[in-house]
């Protein structure tokens, strides 16, 4: 890959964290894996703006999703999603 191609992937990773509901959906994801329903619930969103938002979370693999009958439940990806995050809100906190 050469430098160009990761520079534009990289930024447009960050494209994906400039949507407040995104982030607000994956700092519920770093305590636990939830449904859909639930996350809409607490997030006070519906359930199919959850599911757009996790729609584009999974295609750019921040989310990993597991079937359990019906039911899909959403988690993190790894952990490097984890660490993006923390970092960005040690970053904000030091402002």
Same mark, same amino acid.
């Given at each position: 890959m050469s430098n160009?191609?990761?520079?534009?992937?990289?930024?447009?990773?960050? $494209? %994906?964290?400039?949507?407040?509901?995104?982030? =607000?959906?994956?700092y519920r994801l770093?305590?636990?894996? !939830? #449904?859909?329903?639930?996350?809409?619930?607490?997030?006070?969103?519906?359930?199919?703006?959850?599911?757009?938002?996790? $729609? %584009?979370?999974?295609?750019?693999?921040?989310? =990993?999703?597991?079937?359990?009958?019906?039911?899909?439940? !959403? #988690?993190?990806?790894?952990?490097?999603?984890?660490?993006?995050?923390?970092?960005?809100?040690?970053?904000?906190?030091?402002?």
């Amino acid at each position: 890959m050469s430098n160009t191609d990761i520079w534009g992937d990289l930024a447009d990773l960050f $494209k %994906i964290f400039g949507d407040s509901s995104r982030i =607000r959906i994956l700092y519920r994801l770093l305590e636990r894996e !939830y #449904s859909v329903n639930v996350l809409a619930d607490e997030l006070d969103m519906t359930q199919s703006a959850v599911s757009h938002q996790l $729609k %584009i979370l999974k295609m750019n693999k921040l989310v =990993r999703s597991r079937r359990e009958g019906k039911q899909i439940f !959403y #988690s993190l990806a790894d952990d490097h999603v984890s660490t993006i995050l923390s970092m960005g809100r040690e970053h904000i906190e030091e402002m």
